[in-house]
């Protein structure tokens, strides 16, 4: 039982990041004046149809610029559970670091029984970020919802 719904939700996990990734990479290419970035991020809390996950994320771009941040995602739709997710992310193409910090809409899927997995894929107008994580807990589901990426 356990791995049929591993098997399930790592094919739903595999097809959000990839359209996370065709997200990341659709916005068109700017001067030289851009960076690229990534975080790495840790996560934890609970759901039961609304989600409210907090943590924290480090932030390196290409340039040189790096942030310590708080992350709060909240969420709602057909989820349930508790766990922890520790994991990377992706963001299009900016032309600061400051450009990161705001609320971005989310859609994600999520599932685990002691081994969680969690992809999300977001959007801030023309900033996109693809996330994906591991981690433990006991959830599922799947929800629409923000994550708010603000300075620590």
């Known amino acids: 039982m356990e791995t049929k719904m591993h098997n399930k939700f790592s094919k739903i996990f595999a097809m959000l990041s990839v359209i ?3 997200l990341v990479g659709s ?28 943590g924290i994320g480090n ?3 290409s340039n040189g610029q790096r942030a310590q941040v708080n992350l709060a995602s909240k969420s709602i739709g057909f989820t349930i559970g508790k766990s922890e997710i520790e994991g ?6 900016v032309t600061s670091l400051n450009e990161i910090y705001g609320t971005f809409v989310s859609l994600e899927g999520h599932a685990g029984a002691t081994k969680s997995v969690d992809a999300q894929v977001l959007t801030r107008g023309e900033i996109s970020l693809a996330l994906s994580g591991k981690g433990r807990g006991i959830d599922i589901g799947v929800t629409l919802g923000a994550l708010t990426i603000s300075p620590r």
């Open 20 to 22: 996370g990734i065709c």
């Open 88 to 93: 990377t992310g992706v963001f299009s193409s």
């Open 59 to 61: 932030i390196s771009c």
């Open 27 to 54: 916005r068109p290419a700017l001067a030289e004046s851009t960076t690229s970035c990534t975080m790495t991020y840790k996560l934890s809390g609970f759901s039961l149809v609304y989600k409210q996950y907090d």
